[in-house]
């Protein structure tokens, strides 16, 4: 079993940060690719940004200036600095990770969502 806990969200003002925390806990073996995920009202779920275990990162043009992903892989945790956020930023922002268990199986995992909203 593994579970991810993200916490962080909240609301702030246009042209304000957050910071996003994901963690990652269970019978975990190794964390390969970890993401944030974001869904506004009535769109798709849409890719926000992602780093492989060895910190290569990429993220949606959308964000990209103002949005930075890192992780800690000894605490299993990846993090989003927001910065400069607008309204359109406003969604659920969920992590995914992609890991090996320690029964050496694969699991992609998600997070139950946090609430970013950017208000104008």
């Known amino acids: 079993q593994v579970q991810l806990v993200e916490s962080g969200g909240g609301l702030v003002q246009a042209g304000g940060s957050l910071r996003l925390s994901c963690a990652a806990s269970g019978s975990i073996f190794r964390i390969n690719d970890m993401g944030w995920y974001r869904q506004a009202p009535g769109k798709e779920r849409e890719l926000v940004a992602a780093i492989t275990s060895a910190g290569s990162t990429n993220y949606a043009d959308s964000v990209k200036g103002r949005f930075t992903l890192s992780r800690d892989n000894a605490k299993n945790t990846a993090y989003l600095q927001m910065n400069s956020l607008k309204p359109e930023d406003t969604a659920v922002y969920y992590c995914?990770?992609?890991?090996?268990?320690?029964?050496?199986?694969?699991?992609?995992?998600w997070g139950q969502g946090t609430l970013v909203t950017a208000s104008s």
């Open positions: 995914n990770a992609a890991v090996l268990t320690s029964a050496l199986r694969y699991l992609e995992v």
